[in-house]
């Protein structure tokens, strides 16, 4: 599979929104999971949400306990893209936002959000919240 490319990262201030994009292989068969994970410097990477990709139309969605609800992620059909609204930012926020692939996980597997069950990365994009 090609590389994801991530897209969409910035310099917000608390309170505010951005949406990040990722586009991914054009691949994606039954089973695949895409997720979206966060890290900031000495600290371990994080899963956030991934989608579990059933059919073209159908896939499955899942989020890390502690985002509150304020991110959702989201699949564009056709597009090849997955994208990761965050709204109400705070400062803890800051991080570098990847997104990742893998092929064939079990749902279960695709929804525990580890960064160890991923091995196809984008090279991050950037977000700071900041006032």
């Known amino acids: 599979q090609a590389q994801p490319v991530e897209s969409g990262g910035g310099s917000v201030q608390p309170g505010e929104s951005l949406r990040l994009s990722c586009t991914y292989s054009?691949?994606?068969?039954?089973?695949?999971?895409t997720g979206w994970f966060r890290q900031v410097p000495g600290k371990e990477r994080e899963g956030l949400a991934t989608?579990?990709?059933?059919?073209?139309?159908?896939?499955?969605?899942s989020y890390s306990g502690f985002l509150e609800g304020r991110f959702t992620i989201s699949r564009i059909n056709g597009k090849k893209t997955v994208n990761l609204q965050m709204n109400n930012l705070r400062a803890d926020d800051t991080a570098v936002y990847y997104c990742?692939?893998?092929?064939?996980?079990?749902?279960?597997?695709?929804?525990?959000?580890?960064?160890?069950?991923?091995?196809?990365w984008g090279q991050g994009t950037q977000v700071t919240v900041s006032s």
């Open positions: 054009p691949y994606i068969t039954r089973g695949a999971c």
């Open positions: 989608i579990y990709h059933v059919t073209p139309i159908t896939f499955y969605d």
């Open positions: 990742a692939t893998a092929d064939a996980l079990p749902k279960e597997v695709c929804q525990r959000r580890s960064p160890t069950d991923f091995d196809n």
